[in-house]
C-alpha cells in the first residue's frame, strides 16, 4: 500500500461521540409515532443502517404495514431532536484531535448524515478545519451503506484509488461497505454507544483491525 494512504473517516461514531445521543433522540422520535424502541435496541440493529432501510426491517419485525411517507414525517422531527442534543452534550471522540494533528495522511469524511448534519457536527466540536472541503455524504449516492457505493465516490472525488485507501468505521455495515468497496477497514471501537463484543461484530464483517483509542490510530496504519 502507499505509505500515505487516503484515510476516510466516517463521522458518527468514529470522528463524534454522537451515536447514543442520536439514538435516544431516535428512540424518542418513534415513540411519538407509536413504535416503542429503546436506543439501546436501535444501536444494537440499526448503528449504520438508512432509517427507510430500518422501517423496513421494522415492518416485518411487527407484522404490520407502518403508515405511508413514514420516513419523510420522521426526517424533520428526528433532525431537530438531534440538533438539540448535539448543541449542548455533543463531544468529540476522545483523541481524535490529537490524532489528526499529528496524522500526514490525506483525509476525509464519508458518512451516512445529511451534509448540513455534518457539517455542524464537525464545526461543534472543533474538527471542521481537518477535513473542509473534503466531506462526503450518502446523500451524494445511490446507495447508503453496505452498499460500497459512498466510499467509492468518496475515493474517485480523491483522486484515489480504492486499494489506497484505508477506512475507520464503527458500524457493521460501514465496515462491509468499505470492504466491498476492496478497501482496508479498522474497525473503531472506542465510541460511548459500542457493548462488549463490539470488536468481534467488526472483524466478522471485515475489519483486518481494531482500534478502541484514537491514540493509537497511527499504529495501525
Excluded: W
Amino acid at each position: 500500500m502507499h505509505p500515505q494512504p487516503l484515510l476516510i473517516f466516517d463521522c458518527d461514531g468514529v470522528l463524534i461521540d454522537s451515536e447514543l445521543l442520536a439514538c435516544q433522540a431516535e428512540a424518542a422520535c418513534l415513540a411519538a409515532f407509536g413504535i416503542a424502541m429503546t436506543a439501546e435496541e436501535i444501536i444494537d440493529r440499526y448503528l449504520g443502517i438508512s432509517l427507510p432501510a430500518m422501517l423496513t426491517d421494522l415492518e416485518a419485525r411487527l407484522g404490520r404495514t407502518l403508515p405511508a411517507g413514514l420516513a419523510d414525517r420522521l426526517r424533520p422531527a428526528l433532525a431537530a431532536a438531534v440538533a438539540a442534543a448535539f448543541e449542548t452534550e455533543l463531544r468529540p471522540i476522545p483523541g481524535i484531535e490529537a490524532a489528526l494533528q499529528t496524522l500526514p495522511h490525506p483525509r476525509c469524511v464519508a458518512s451516512g448524515s445529511a451534509p448540513e448534519r455534518l457539517r455542524q457536527s464537525l464545526r461543534l466540536t472543533g474538527l471542521l478545519s481537518h477535513f473542509d472541503p473534503h466531506i462526503f455524504s450518502a446523500t451524494q449516492v445511490a446507495r447508503g451503506k453496505p452498499a460500497p457505493d459512498l466510499f467509492l465516490f468518496a475515493a474517485q472525488r480523491m483522486q484515489v484509488p480504492p486499494a489506497a485507501c484505508v477506512v475507520i468505521e464503527d458500524s457493521v455495515p460501514g465496515v462491509q461497505a468499505a470492504a466491498a468497496a476492496g478497501m482496508r477497514v479498522i474497525g473503531f471501537t472506542g465510541g460511548s454507544h459500542c457493548p462488549p463484543g463490539h470488536g468481534e461484530r467488526l472483524r466478522a464483517a471485515g475489519a483486518s483491525a481494531l482500534c478502541g483509542d484514537m491514540r493509537g490510530l497511527a499504529n495501525l496504519l
